[in-house]
């Protein structure tokens, strides 16, 4: 006999509709933000790919001669290996600006989800974040992993997935 105590678990605002809890509440507005932002930073990158590439010499240059902060290039990653992922990040320019749209629709619909309880919303929203990373190593290779920049964003990434999961046992099917 399986019984499901998940609704004794939570609290209810209204009768038969159960209270958001305020951790979960957090954790989407949070999420919602950082879709925007994410909205924001591959539509810039889609249309900036060109000048990108065009002054990819220059940027290399750049960080070879020392004129550039050592912060700047911990971001930026390897320079051996930054010309070719400009280049081939000029070249998969539009499937990359698609995946990326549809990781931020998974994230959003997902949080979404979550906010109205349900458990389905926390494997959308794992997917959205995953997909980026899955991305960057079919069209761009294994050098983009590499950098600060990418590191943080993926530490945020497992942060948010692992606080989702923590919050599961305050949502329904």
């Known amino acids: 006999m ?17 209270k958001l809890p305020s951790g979960l509440n957090v954790l989407t507005i949070l999420s919602f933000v950082g879709c925007a932002l994410q909205l ?19 940027l290399i240059e750049q960080m070879n001669s ?6 700047a290039k911990s971001m930026m990653g390897d320079p051996a290996h930054l010309e070719e992922m400009i280049t081939k990040s000029f070249e998969n320019r539009i499937p990359i600006v698609l995946l990326s749209l549809v ?38 290779g294994s050098f983009a992993f590499s ?8 530490v945020i990434a497992l942060l948010f997935i692992f606080l989702y999961f923590l919050q599961r046992s305050k949502m329904v099917n």
């Open 2 to 18: 399986n019984t499901d105590n998940t609704a004794d678990l939570l609290r209810y605002d209204e009768p038969g509709k159960p």
């Open 103 to 140: 990781a931020i629709g998974l994230c959003f619909v997902g949080a979404l989800q979550m906010r109205k309880l349900k458990k389905q919303g926390f494997l959308l929203y794992t997917i959205g974040e995953l997909l980026p990373f899955l991305t960057l190593f079919l069209f761009i």
């Open 147 to 154: 950098g600060i920049g990418f590191y943080s964003s993926g």
């Open 40 to 58: 924001i930073t591959s539509v810039f990158g889609f249309f900036s790919a060109q000048s990108t590439y065009e002054g990819k010499d220059k």
């Open 66 to 71: 020392g004129n550039m902060p050592s912060w």
